[in-house]
């Protein structure tokens, strides 16, 4: 699990909790995210976190919700703070003083012109890409990744390996998105690019 470098001198506080995260098994992207929010609330604080009282997390969370900071963005610094409280700090009562936003989170719109999305695809390997991404969810990253044997089609699966938050998972293979990966499958082997493995 690589983290980020930079040629700024890192403070001891940073130099731990990077320990910390490390062994913990969190991503680079969360390690990145957990800083970030730290950074903003040792600017508000002006000084370092580790000096924060209960009183300050309360004036840090108002100005959040002042500021019009999204439900989200919050809720990413309370999840950063904690860390920092019950991990680094062993502070359950300034962990205790951070307040989770609830909101009601909205289903995604369906798209009702996937076909025409697809169609405009340049080629076979994107509408395939696009259907993989569209119709069984994937992320990006994991279409990138898909190989040959994740893809179940007796028991109509994708098997997603190490996907977001290095889990895997299994996500539905409906029968167009068979075909489509079939025909992408021997239009590659025939034009000699499919990568080994699919």
Partial sequence: MATLSTDAPISPLRQRMQHDMLMRGLGSHTQQDYFRHLRRFAVFLGRSPDTATAADIRRFQLHQHESGVGPATIN????ALRFLFLVRLKRRDLARALVIMRYQRKLPEVLSVEARLLEAAPGIKYKAALGVAYGAGLRVSEVAHLKIDEIDSTRMLIRVE?????????????LQLLELLRLWWREGRWRGVMLPHG
């Fill in 76 to 79: 990413g610094a309370v999840s």
């Fill in 162 to 174: 190490q996907g977001k938050g290095r889990r895997d998972r299994n996500a539905m293979l409906s």
